[in-house]
């Protein structure tokens, strides 16, 4: 039976679907996509579909792929989303459609449980209590676990500073000298990865490995023939990180410490640490003041010899400092290389510094882009403006995956390569996606979502409300929110575009409701783990418990799920375009005037779509959700851009007046009529 026919059968009514999914009934824009990625995977080639919400993407590209017999990569934007994956969908579906494959989970080292390094991590920890507590913790749950993923260990916040101590970076692994390497859970991801049929990874570990080729993946790859990526939006901003190149002054005054640590300890009185490390550090801090104070999280534009604002022969001779502060440790490393595979590494970082230091110290690469982040420490970047020729060259023209025996002779079987989002732009061609990730040769399907919109969801944009700029404007964001969270009891998200605005609309709730004399719990991103935010929020729509409103930026406007009643509300500050005097953007604004193209029209807007509908799918997840959009920002229904942003959200009915917004709400707090 052909493969289209076999997904025809899972989707029908009645079909294997039905024992995997909860509530399932057939919808036309599932089947269309699973039987557009059947066709891809049988005949090869590149496939990009934006799924609508609700369309069910995700059974939508497993079942054509489980069924097809060919070796499967699954990638997707979080680790969080991988573990539902692996752990929930995957198994349910090859449960349903009797499928005996093996399966696999495979993440960045910075996920396992080093060995080597939790040994040492007591040495570290030193008499700090909380530290000595967290690190008895992980140390009992090592005794126990077979995969060594932290995911697996209860209650360890993601910001622990434990963390750190007890898992590997590329720098400080000591691969196969390390004495643990036998028993070394990474290496054990890895072989499992290789046995599998199915393997499910992350965007930054298929990056990470496209740059350094150190995951595992140039071993994995090869032998793959159909490679998924899901929340696909992703992929581009992601692969910008790894394909560039960065130097910061905390990784130097790292190394610094580590070097340090490994002479006191290994090969004391035979080169003076003291002194190697103390030039690394000074260096680095020296760096650190040339730079300036700037305000934290600030981006200063590196066109030429130096950074905007700095002069060029204090900033190139702070470069060379640097430079050779890591030459003399690479010196004393290497009198010192046979004694321990320690030292080893360290010479390898050292001479990664050396280079990395010189490369910055020349002109920037033309198709390329430099500039410099301020915080506590220093991080100079020089990135490459998306991953288009990356793509082009290391990823789709890749080898052919090898044949299996039945194969033997047909060389027409090409890899296939599914893309797929709720979000890839705003025009039918997709070309806020294609174009910056090299997909000149994808075919492009967009199904819409089976929601109805104009009965679940409304849309309010408040015509009286301060401009974007004007300083009153959070607090004016504050105050409706307010009136919303008391009129539902909570059951409110308010995402903002900057944390500056996340901090001001976050305090101005707590007074507003602590003044209305309400007892909703007002969660801020950043003062909990975000899976505790989370958490948090969902059980607020408990019978008897107290009410949630969340204030968020940054990460929640995308795959935070919180469908039924828990969600009614969803407030957004402001028009989410990307922030004008940032170096990336300019350099990509700059590109695009220089070939006759609009840089607002090509690539603001479109980033800015995409983005507001990323934010506005949190509002419906299921058939029977309902709720309210507002959107603080009067900008979207008096420019003439704002239809184009209005014609990317999904097609809600309009709120005129605050009358009618008010009703709305009211409504909701009504059982559906």
Known sequence: MALADEVMDVFADGGALSQAADQFRVRDGQTQMALAIAHTVAEGGQLVVEAGTGVGKTFSYLVPALLSGERVLLSTATKALQDQLFGRDVPRLLEALNLPLRTALLKGRGSYLCLHRMAQARHDAGGERGMAHALAKVERWALTTRTGDLAELPGLDERSPVIPLVTSTRDNCLGQQCPQFKACHVNLARREALAADVVVINHHLFFADLAVRESGMAELLPSVRVVIFDEAHQLNETGVQFLGLQLGTGQVLDFARDLLAAGLQQARGLTDWQDVAGKL?????????????????????????????????????????????????????????????????????????????????????????????????????????????????????????????????????????????????????????????????????????????????????????????????????????????????????????????????????????????????????????????????????????????????????????????????????????????????????????????????????????????????????????????????????????????????????????????????????????
Not at 426 to 432: C, E, G, K, S
Not at 456 to 485: E, I, M, N, S, W
Not at 504 to 521: C, F, K, M, T
Not at 640 to 645: A, D, I, K, N
Request: one cysteine or more.
């Open 281 to 673: 550090e000074h260096a680095a801090r020296e760096l650190r003041m040339v730079a300036g104070k700037g305000w934290p999280g600030a981006k200063l534009r590196w066109n030429g010899a130096a950074p905007e604002g700095i002069g060029a022969t204090q900033w190139q001779g702070g470069l060379d400092t640097l430079r050779r502060a890591a030459e003399d440790a690479a010196v004393a490393l290497d009198t010192v290389s046979e004694l321990s595979p320690d030292f080893v590494r360290l010479a390898e970082r050292a001479g990664l510094l050396v280079e990395r230091a010189g490369l910055l110290t020349e002109p920037c690469p033309p198709d390329a882009v430099r500039w410099v982040d301020i915080g506590t420490q220093l991080r100079l970047v020089q990135s490459p403006l998306d991953i288009a020729d990356a793509v082009r060259k290391r990823v789709l023209k890749a080898d052919r995956p090898a044949p299996s025996p039945q194969e033997q002779g047909d060389e027409s079987r090409s890899r296939a390569w599914i893309f797929t989002s709720a979000t890839l732009g705003d025009d039918p061609q997709l070309r806020w996606f294609t174009e910056p990730c090299g997909l000149d040769e994808a075919q492009v399907l967009r199904v819409a979502s089976p929601f109805d919109y104009a009965q679940q969801a409304a849309l309010y944009v408040p015509r009286q409300f301060p401009r974007p700029a004007d300083a009153g404007h959070p607090d004016a964001v504050a105050a409706l929110a307010a009136k919303g969270v008391l009129r539902l009891g909570g059951r409110t998200l308010v995402l903002t575009t900057t944390l500056r605005a996340l901090r001001s609309i976050g305090d101005g709730l707590r007074d507003r409701l602590r003044a209305a004399g309400s007892d909703v719990d007002v969660l801020v991103q950043g003062e909990w783990p975000k899976r505790v935010l989370m958490e948090r929020f969902r059980a607020g729509a408990d019978a008897g418990a107290t009410g949630c409103v969340l204030v968020a930026s940054a990460s929640f406007w995308e795959g935070f799920d919180a469908p039924g009643d828990v969600l009614q509300l969803v407030v957004i500050d402001k028009l989410p375009f990307p922030p004008p005097g940032d170096p990336l953007v300019e350099a990509r604004t700059r590109r695009l005037e220089s070939q006759g193209r609009s840089g607002f029209g090509d690539y603001s807007i479109p980033e800015a779509a995409v983005a507001l509908k990323q934010g506005a799918g949190r509002l419906i997840r299921r058939e029977s959700d309902r709720g309210v959009l507002v959107v603080c920002d009067t900008r979207l229904v008096s420019m003439g851009y704002g239809r184009r942003l209005l014609a990317a959200l999904p097609p809600m009915r309009r709120l005129a007046a605050e009358a009618d917004f008010e009703q709305a709400l009211d409504d909701l707090t009504q059982p559906p009529g």
